[in-house]
Each structure stands twice: as C-alpha cells, then as structure tokens.
T-cell receptor, first 112, second 111 residues
C-alpha cells in the first residue's frame, strides 16, 4: 500500500506563475489536509476537506485553493506564486473516527 | 497566535539517557494530543497520543504525560537511541479533528 503520494518532490517556480501540487491517497480516508512547514513555525493548516465535494479554510489559506472531486485526490493550487510561499508542503489524511493523521513525503517549493 | 508551543527548539541527550520534550497549549477545547516524529526529507510520522481524559499513555520506550490544569504535556523517551534523532512535533486536536502543531524540537542523541 502506497499510503499518500505527493508530486512533485521539489520545484523551483518563478514568481507570478501558477502551480498545482498533487496529493493522492489509497487508504479511502474521508478527510484530507494541506499543511506548510516553515522553520520556527511548525506545520500550519492551509486547507482541508472533510469528505469528497467539500473543502474548508485553515489557518493560512490566502493565495491557495483546493478541490476535492473524489476521495483519493486533493490538489493544492497556487494561482500566482509569491516568494513567501517558499516552503515545504505536506498533504495528510485521516480515517473517520481516528485522530492520527497520515502524512505524505512532502513537496519542497521554492518561489523566486 | 500559536496555541501550541514547544519552547525548546533543540535538545541534546546522551545515548541511553532519558529525553524529555515539553509542550504547552492555550486552548482548553483541545481534547486529544499527539506527538509526531520527523526525519529530514520525510513526512511526519505518528508516534504516540493521549486523550484529554487520561494523564499518561505509554508505548514501549515512549510515554506521554498530560497535565490538563497546567495545559502542559511532555514526551519521555527512555532509553534514548541514535535512531531517535529527529524533529518532534507536538500537536493538539479539537473536536473537529483539525490539528494545531507546535514549532518542533530537534533531538540529537549522541553516542
């Protein structure tokens, strides 16, 4: 079982360009999350989805959008990247009735 | 404002000794607490958790203690091993299941 996969592993992006970070899970988990990890700040929630067809804003949603067309996929889109979006991005999922989230390997994004 | 705080950014401990990591929180609505371990270039992995109705949970070398009145939890690792060298994140969950993370503590276990 692959668990959660993220793509790409890393990316350098010019400011102003758009990009979609992909996240796929094969555990049939209902809820999925996107976090960004920055030194000294830990992981901060960007957006989440409790079930397919629904999404919600987290702590730092500005500049990001998500969609949840099906259970397995939860892409994160940066419409017009800015240097402050340089970070490591983690996707996570959780099974209903549990508290422990499972994390993907992360995408390291650098915006120049 | 961060609702979960890990005030020690780093901890160095000798192999075989005890590692104690601390975490404080401000929101009394948190009802579940978790510790995650993270190696470089990998995603965080779940380590141990505790419900707010308990004050201790043990799993092998790892024990988490919760003091609700002080809004404080700690993770004890005994004995510490070289493979325990990693960043440890404390996290708290509310009834909606969303996690708030601390900034992390880098643990280095020396021979």
């Amino acid at each position: 079982t692959a668990g959660i996969t993220q793509a790409p592993t890393s990316q350098i992006l010019a400011a102003g360009r758009s990009m979609t970070l992909r996240c796929t899970q094969d555990m049939r988990h209902n809820a999925m999350y996107w976090y960004r990890q920055d030194l000294g700040l830990g992981l901060r929630l960007i957006h989440y989805s409790n079930t397919a067809g629904t999404t919600g804003k987290g702590e730092v949603p500005d500049g990001y959008s998500v969609s949840r067309a099906n259970t397995d996929d939860f892409p994160l889109t940066l419409a017009s990247a800015v240097p402050s979006q340089t970070s490591v991005y983690f996707c996570a999922s959780i099974a209903s009735g549990f508290n422990e989230q499972f994390f993907g390997p992360g995408t390291r994004l650098t915006v120049l | 404002d961060q609702q979960v705080k890990q005030n020690s950014p780093s901890l160095s401990v000798q192999e075989g000794r005890i590692s104690i990591l601390n975490c404080d929180y401000t929101n009394s609505m948190f009802d579940y607490f978790l510790w995650y371990k993270k190696y470089p270039a990998e995603g965080p992995t779940f380590l141990i958790s505790i419900s707010s109705i308990k004050d201790k949970n043990e799993d092998g070398r790892f024990t988490v203690f919760l003091n609700k009145s002080a809004k404080h939890l700690s993770l004890h690792i005994v004995p510490s091993q070289p493979g325990d060298s990693a960043v440890y994140f404390c996290a708290a969950s509310d009834s909606w299941g969303k996690l708030q993370f601390g900034a992390g503590t880098q643990v280095v276990v020396t021979p």
